[in-house]
């Protein structure tokens, strides 16, 4: 695999791998693939997206998320006519809608501490109610609705809410019934409410690794797999590499508290990937204290 003639019959043989994954997948399990692209006579390929799709067009499956890995340490390339490739896509596919998801694992992130709301809170948005061609009725409504969404925001119970105005904003996207492009168009506005918790964004950005002494020739990131297990999978769940290489993924599961089958087909990169686990089983065995020491 990867030796092939063609892009199609590339994408096939890795169709064939996948199949065989889908097959074994707890009705509740994930499935991540990362691939990467290939430029052939200064032309980008987009493998990975023609991949995605075949594997829609194949397998009764969904695809989740399409993740962004940001490499902070891309490898430099000497083209004058072409940007260093820093990115690389993870395609995130479920069985069905029951996956097992833990969002708030993901990246953890802490937004700022909002300091005391002032007394001015809410006051453009009172300018603009007024400026609008909204009826005298839906002005006092629009007001009415303010005041609470303040109030919810000095109790604690929002971190903060945007108001759309009919006339002064953009139109809400979405025209589901009882969405916010109905409450415009009734009311004359709809309130977003923020909640305290930051954005989980669909990127990733970490160095790309480097392991002196390991003979693998593109050694995947433990932080970018060590994420994507804590949000996909329970503690004590089973993890499935079926291109091991430098065994990234067997410890990022292994310090996450997983268990880990790994395949690949050359034996070295096996050993290498033994001997990698083996460190860090005693790693984990060890107190911090020593290990500072």
Not at 128 to 135: F, G, K, M, Q, V
Not at 220 to 240: D, M, Q, T
């Amino acid at each position: 695999m990867g030796n092939e003639e063609t892009v199609e019959e590339y994408i096939e043989n890795l169709l064939v791998v996948f199949d065989k994954i889908v097959r074994i997948m707890k009705p509740t399990g994930n499935i991540v693939y990362n691939l990467g692209d290939k430029i052939i006579d200064g032309s980008s390929k987009l493998i990975p997206y023609q991949f995605a799709l075949k594997a829609l067009e194949n397998f009764d499956l969904r695809l989740v998320n399409d993740i962004t890995w940001v490499k902070s340490n891309p490898t430099p390339h000497q083209f004058s006519r072409r940007l260093v490739a820093s990115t690389e896509p993870f395609f995130h596919f479920a069985l069905n809608k029951d996956y097992y998801y833990d969002r708030s694992a993901f990246l953890p992130t802490s937004r700022k501490k909002r300091s005391k709301p002032s007394g001015k809170l809410g006051a453009r948005y009172r300018d603009l109610i007024e400026e609008s061609d909204l009826s005298e009725y839906q002005k006092k409504g629009a007001h009415r609705a303010l005041d609470e969404v303040i109030l919810e925001v000095h109790a604690g119970k929002i971190h903060s809410f945007r108001m759309k105005i009919r006339g002064i904003h953009a139109p809400a996207y979405g025209g589901q019934e009882g969405g916010r492009k109905m409450r415009m168009e009734r009311y004359g506005f709809t309130i977003i409410r923020i909640s305290g918790e930051a954005l989980k964004r669909d990127v990733i950005e970490t160095p790309v690794e480097n392991l002196p002494g390991n003979g693998h020739p593109a050694i995947f990131p433990v932080a970018v797999v060590r994420e994507l297990i804590r949000l996909l999978s329970p503690e004590g769940g089973k993890i499935l590499d079926p291109y091991l290489g430098s065994g990234s993924t067997a410890v990022a599961a292994l310090l996450e508290g997983r268990s880990a089958v790994g395949i690949d087909i050359s034996k070295e990169y096996c050993i290498a990937a033994e001997r990698r686990l083996n460190e860090t089983a005693e790693m984990l065995r060890t107190p911090i204290q020593e290990r500072l020491m």
